[in-house]
């Protein structure tokens, strides 16, 4: 069982930065992924950006370039530097843990989330 916290979030004029962090209260270096969702009001979540176990990672079109995933097994924290936020940015963010096994089901683990609001 694994626990995610995160933290981060909050307040940002266009054009700055936030860095978001999920602490993980078991080890995260079982995890096939680590990853950043969000939700925005009236959307669905999406994919922000994934890291492997073997350190691959990906995003989505919208923040490819801006924001940046990165993960500290030995600190079990997954990170999320976010540079040159937009408006629309803004929305819950949330932290993910997947273990995807050779078959059968895959089990997500999530954050609470933490509100990243980008506005003038």
């Known amino acids: 069982q694994v626990q995610l916290v995160e933290s981060g979030g909050g307040l940002v004029q266009p054009g700055g930065s936030l860095r978001l962090s999920c602490a993980a209260s078991?080890?995260?270096?079982?995890?096939?992924?680590m990853g950043w969702y969000r939700q925005a009001p009236g959307k669905e979540r999406e994919l922000v950006a994934r890291?492997?176990?073997?350190?691959?990672?990906n995003y989505a079109d919208s923040v490819l370039g801006r924001f940046t995933i990165s993960r500290d097994n030995a600190k079990n924290t997954v990170y999320l530097q976010m540079n040159s936020l937009k408006p629309e940015d803004t929305a819950v963010y949330y932290c993910?843990?997947?273990?995807?096994?050779?078959?059968?089901?895959?089990?997500?683990?999530w954050g609470q989330g933490t509100q990243v609001t980008v506005s003038s």
């Open positions: 078991g080890s995260i270096f079982s995890m096939n992924a």
């Open positions: 993910n843990a997947a273990r995807i096994p050779p078959s059968g089901p895959v089990t997500n683990y």
């Open positions: 890291i492997t176990h073997g350190g691959n990672e």
